[in-house]
Nanobody
C-alpha cells in the first residue's frame, strides 16, 4: 500500500520560510507528476506547484518567484521550499502523486502552514 507522509508545516512570520517534504512509502510505479496543492476553509483546492518525472516545473502565479518544488527520486520524496511567505499562503498543503494528469493518484494527509505575526 502506498502512503504519502507530509512534514515541515508550522507557524511562521510573514517574510519567513518553510520547507515542506512529502515522502512516499510502498511500491510506486510510473509516477510522472508530483503536485503540491493547498486549501483554505471555504475555498477550492488550489494547485500550487508541479514537477514532472522529467524535471519540468510549473507554479501558480501567486507563488512564482517565492516557492520552489524539487524532488529526490531515490528517496521518493518531493519538496516545496517556500520563501517570502505571506498571510495569504496560510492553508493546509497536500502532496499528490499521479501517473497521468487526470488520475486521482495518491494523496498525503495534509500539513498546516500558518503565516502570521
Amino acid at each position: 500500500q502506498v502512503q504519502l507522509v507530509e512534514s515541515g508545516g508550522g507557524l511562521v512570520q510573514p517574510g519567513g520560510s518553510l520547507r515542506l517534504s512529502c515522502a512516499a512509502s510502498g511500491i510506486i510505479f510510473s509516477i510522472n507528476y508530483m503536485h503540491w496543492y493547498r486549501q483554505t476553509p471555504g475555498k477550492q483546492l488550489e494547485l500550487v506547484a508541479t514537477i514532472t518525472s522529467g524535471g519540468s516545473t510549473n507554479y501558480a502565479d501567486s507563488v512564482k518567484g517565492r516557492f520552489t518544488i524539487s524532488r529526490d527520486n531515490a528517496k521518493n520524496t518531493v519538496y516545496l521550499q517556500m520563501n517570502s511567505l505571506k498571510p495569504e499562503d496560510t492553508a493546509v498543503y497536500y502532496c499528490n502523486f499521479r501517473s497521468t494528469p487526470r488520475a486521482y493518484g495518491y494523496w498525503g494527509q495534509g500539513t498546516q502552514v500558518t503565516v502570521s505575526s
